[in-house]
């Protein structure tokens, strides 16, 4: 079965080149499906890359075809920048982005592991491409409406295929991980809550907005839990500023006590679950040690006091971790460190962890000042979807591999960004 994910890659790897080919296409209208909209090649591949994120197509043998899928989108998207009639739209966050990159590519100059490197750097390059040709590509809010919604459709079907008993067993490989959707279903879930706010269609909104909560906590993925719960917190100091403080503090207390009464989910934080409790926690007598992180915190020493110490300012290089992973079978033969900053601090130190914490927060500032500014309904969407989901997917950061899974997490809250360049400039501001 998984042969024929060669297949899907080589369908849709032609058919975005054809889309982005064209000089104009034809696509149903998403604010009303009796209606056909023209786009142009640029619109037209544009919504299929951004639909299709959570597409991997992974073989357990021969050509890695996701980090094959994840170059052939970059080249595609830097032809597309110059093929697109329109400019990239540049600001703080891009330029910080675009400074980091130009830090890793120096990383290259002293890193002990080069071929890895270069593969770390293209994953991170892939979310800075997204945002400059989401920018140059989206005008249009019809055009937004499409990749979102479409973005949206995939992550259902995924959700069904995990679920559904015996259908995950035809599309095996076809998705990203587990993990790499739970993280992307935390854009999904804001997006459809600000559907849910700005549209006609309540009722569906608000139940997808709960359906793509309920993964990761059936999983019992703490990461993508904490995630969710960030970006719901964000999303409402958006929307309501100040006001919002009894919410994001219910939020927080509904958090709480949900990893202290849902078994499952307490089971797998506590390593005493059973002489742990919520009095506990109130009265300050829990600490670091009763966490269960699944020998997270020993792995990060180990590679800390290995790539990071007396090297804090640069770092040992970029890929040294990886390669250092790869080369050397390390706690149990773990390949990543689960813990993207860890990984940032060590490869690339603190100028390089300084830089990417700038662009995030670049990100989430500029969101909020032109949630708070605009007028447009598709630009307030875009601004709080991106600043909220950035939010909560930095904080997956964390304690997950989200920059090896960029293609179907980062890049949607940097693609709702850079649509959100997009549409402003429409207006002209």
Known sequence: MYLLNYLYFLIITLVGL??????????????????KMVMDGPEMFWVLTFSTGLLAFSAPAGLDLMAIRLMVLEVFCLVGLFI??????????????????IWLV???????????????????LYP?????????????????????????????????????PY?????????????????????????????????QEKKKNLLLCILFMLPCILWVFRTSIMGTTLALMTFF????????????????????????????????????????????FQQGELSKDDIES????AMWEHLENRFYEEKELIGSGIGSVQSYMYSNFVFGGLKVPHSDYVQMLCDSGIIGLVLYLLVILAVLVHSFIVYQRASSIAIKICAIVAGSSIAGVALTLYSDNVVNYSMATLSYPFGFYGMMLGLIKSEGR
Do not use: H
């Open 167 to 199: 259908i995950g067993r035809l599309f095996p490989g076809v998705f990203w991980y587990g993990t790499a959707r739970a993280i992307n279903y935390i854009s999904m879930c804001v997006f459809s809550l600000a559907l849910f706010y700005y549209t």
């Open 84 to 101: 697109c009639k329109r400019t990239p739209q540049w600001s703080p966050a891009i330029i910080f982005y675009l400074i980091y990159i």
């Open 237 to 280: 100091f958006f929307k309501y500023k100040l006001k919002s403080l009894p919410v994001i503090v219910g939020i927080m207390l509904v958090a709480v006590i949900a990893v202290f009464t849902i078994p499952s989910l307490k089971e797998k934080m506590f390593k005493d679950s059973k002489n742990v409790s919520i009095e506990q």
């Open 128 to 164: 800075l491409l997204i945002m400059l040709f989401a920018s140059a590509a989206v005008r249009d809010k019809e055009v937004f409406l499409k990749a979102g919604i479409g973005a949206r459709m995939v992550a259902i079907i995924s959700i069904a295929v995990a679920f559904i």
């Open 18 to 35: 054809k889309f982005l080919t064209m000089k104009q296409g034809v696509m149903i209208n998403p604010l009303n499906r009796e209606q």
């Open 106 to 124: 120096v990383g290259l100059s002293y890193t002990p592991a080069p071929g890895y490197g270069f593969r770390v750097i293209l994953k991170y």
């Open 294 to 297: 699944n020998a997270r915190f």
